[in-house]
């Protein structure tokens, strides 16, 4: 039987979105020690079956994928001290890694989600992925405009440039692919799906359908980990 997401689950980031401070974090320790042993357990059995289609997944495992509860507030203007959401980032070189990958977030109030992609990568990984979609525009597009790609998807998300990249000209045919700084895929989940048995089929389906995308961003980055 697949592993599921226990109610409580939710119920605690529900409760902690709600009451973001140490007192109250502090009194419900062990509810967040529950709740996060019940996603790593999650975790653990979707990077087995993420294996059979992903060798990314293989030896990965789910407690060093998870991003810390913490907030790091000291350049924020958000002083709450916890994030209201569970994370998971699938890669090559684990959960900090600069290459693309796989995310799963975990939240209450019909918030959670699957995406995959790239990042705000380092400037010569970006410029090696543009210059991918320049020379290979019609296999991007055949990835990212697919019907299935797009009902699940929708549109490419990821922050912009207002202006044209250097060394493109703005009548350049992917440009509109060209501008992007991350090039993200985004899959909304409700609660309902979330608790529900068929969780986990949800999820590696979405990941199935994100690793097209994934191997494409990955293509132009292999050589550059080899220089």
Known sequence: MAATIDKTTLDFLADLTRNNNRE?????KKRYETAR?????FLDEMLEEMAAFEPVALEQKGKDLVFRIYRDVRF???????????????????RKSIY????????????????????????????????????????????????????RFGSISGEQLKTTPKGYDKEN????????????????????????????????????????????LMEPLKEIGQE
């Open 24 to 28: 109250w974090f502090n009194e419900n």
């Open 37 to 41: 042993k019940n996603y790593i357990q």
């Open 76 to 94: 924020s203007n958000d002083k709450r001290p916890y994030k209201d959401h569970f994370g998971a980032y699938v890669a090559e070189g684990g």
């Open 100 to 151: 693309p990958g796989y995310y799963l977030h975990l939240a209450a109030n019909n918030n959670s989600f699957v995406a995959g992609g790239l990042w705000m990568p380092p400037s010569d990984y970006l410029k090696a992925v543009r210059q991918e979609i320049d020379y290979s525009l019609d296999e991007f597009k055949s990835i990212v405009e697919a019907p299935d790609f797009k009902k």
């Open 173 to 216: 045919p992917a440009i509109e692919y060209l501008r992007f700084k991350s090039w993200n895929a985004v899959m909304p989940i409700n609660d309902k799906t979330v608790l529900s048995a068929g969780f986990m089929n949800v999820v590696l389906d979405a990941m199935k359908a994100l690793k097209p995308f994934y191997d494409f």
